[in-house]
């Protein structure tokens, strides 16, 4: 069974750069059938998608956040990133990652809460 | 308005049933579309609960009882979650969710449902 753990800072200063990491485990993240997302959610608020990732390194953005948006796959270390630029106080949330298959999230990870603060 | 809408709560009794609704926005068709459902309580992520039902399958997430079933309403251009047998944990919070045809992911506002 598959599991995904974020990882990375809680407490981001406004303007810079949000990074966290996504450790995969149970699998390849090479597996041909699946897709590894960033799903986000402010405190208190509904689920904002972020975006999505394939092993080759394909991927689909949420265009409300494309331009400030970097998914990334690490093959090698079985991980995928995220890194959202320019960041301020509306990208404080708990961001999940997620796995994606046939159209759906089927595993998350717990969440991590990144908080963007001075 | 929104790509998906979602009434924000919704309360009823425990055994009765209860309809969850997901309207979509009025430019895209819920005929073209398959609507995927997410519980989540509080602290916990999202868990995939199930699609909506199709001629030819219904996809059912794992563990998910039988009492949780998806439709859609043509006429009212919408995605139903319907929950029979109402359970004190069935408490949670309830997303849609859907694949844009234009090539990305859209969840609905959610809905919070309470079971007095």
């Known amino acids: 069974q598959l599991q995904l753990q974020e990882s990375g800072p809680g407490l981001v200063k406004p303007s810079e750069t949000l990074s966290l990491t996504c450790t995969v485990s149970?699998?390849?993240?090479?597996?041909?059938?699946?897709?590894w997302g960033w799903i986000r959610q402010p405190p208190g608020k509904g689920l904002e998608w972020i975006g999505i990732?394939?092993?080759?390194?394909?991927?689909y953005y949420n265009p409300s956040l494309k331009s400030r948006v970097t998914i990334s796959v690490d093959t090698s270390k079985n991980k995928f990133s995220l890194k959202v630029n320019s960041v301020t106080a509306a990208d404080t949330a708990v961001y999940f990652c997620?796995?994606?298959?046939?159209?759906?999230?089927?595993?998350w990870g717990q969440g991590t809460l990144v908080t963007v603060s001075s | 308005q929104a790509v998906l809408t979602q009434p924000s709560s919704l309360s009823a009794s425990p055994g009765a049933a209860v309809s969850l609704t997901c309207t979509l926005h009025?430019?895209?068709?819920?005929?073209?579309?398959?609507i995927y459902w997410y519980q989540q309580k509080p602290g916990s992520p999202p868990q995939y609960l199930l699609r909506?039902?199709?001629?030819?399958?219904?996809?059912?997430g794992s563990g998910v009882p039988s009492r949780f079933s998806g439709s859609k309403d043509a006429s009212a251009n919408a995605g139903i979650l319907l929950i029979s047998g109402l359970q004190s944990e069935d408490e949670a919070d309830y997303y849609c969710?859907?694949?844009?045809?234009?090539?990305?992911?859209?969840f609905g506002g959610g809905t919070k449902l309470t079971v007095l």
């Open positions: 997620a796995s994606w298959q046939g159209f759906l999230f089927d595993y």
């Open positions: 149970g699998d390849s993240i090479s597996r041909s059938s699946y897709y």
């Open positions: 990732v394939y092993y080759t390194g394909t991927t």
């Open positions: 009025s430019g895209i068709s819920v005929g073209s579309y398959r």
């Open positions: 909506d039902k199709s001629d030819s399958d219904n996809h059912q």
């Open positions: 969710m859907i694949w844009h045809s234009s090539a990305y992911v859209v």
